[in-house]
């Protein structure tokens, strides 16, 4: 499931990046981008297995609770994703599939490194050890996404960076130019 998923969002990445080449340059806002990128995202999933699961921008619900998770101090953090792709809470087997954070290269370490903590928490299986998947019922915070992604957008040197996300940890790291 997670090869397909990187599968999906390298072509929805690589036809947004040839396709808003002048929007990705103009300067406009993570949240625009993330927008756009919504859109070829989409596209790839209705095409795909995964036709069920919809692709949203700024979602913070949770089984119509605000969506929370917990950092790696524990605390108990409120929090809506800059893109994700999920169920709404209609598939339990695998409600959340992936998770995208989007930071202009000009913005601070410490926002970088929240955006890559969030992620790490979301693609943990559990947070105290003790929820399992019972098929019938969610955990308290957000987890379980099958895949993270970090995308970093550096308009001056023309390169996106992507960092890929699994069970709490990176694994994976690449530059596109464009």
Known sequence: MEKRLIQIFDKANNDFISEEKSLILSGVSERTLCGALMLFLSKEIRESAFRRYYVDVEYNRNNGKIKTIRNNREEV????????????????????????????????????????????????????????????????????????????????????????????NLFHKYGISF
Not at 80 to 97: A, K, T, W, Y
Not at 117 to 131: C, N, Q, S
Not at 157 to 166: A, D, G, P, Q
Request: charged share 30%.
């Open 77 to 168: 953090i409120t929090i809506n994703c800059d893109l994700i792709v999920h169920s709404r809470g209609n598939i339990i087997e695998q409600d959340n599939l992936l998770a995208l954070e989007m930071k202009k290269s000009t913005a601070s370490d410490s926002e970088k490194l929240k955006d890559k903590e969030r992620l790490m928490a979301l693609t943990k299986d559990t947070f105290d050890d003790v929820w399992s998947y019972d098929g019938k019922s969610y955990p308290e915070h957000v987890c379980r996404y099958i895949l993270g992604v970090y995308y970093e957008v550096n308009i001056q040197k023309r390169t996106i960076i992507i960092e890929y996300y699994r069970k709490g």
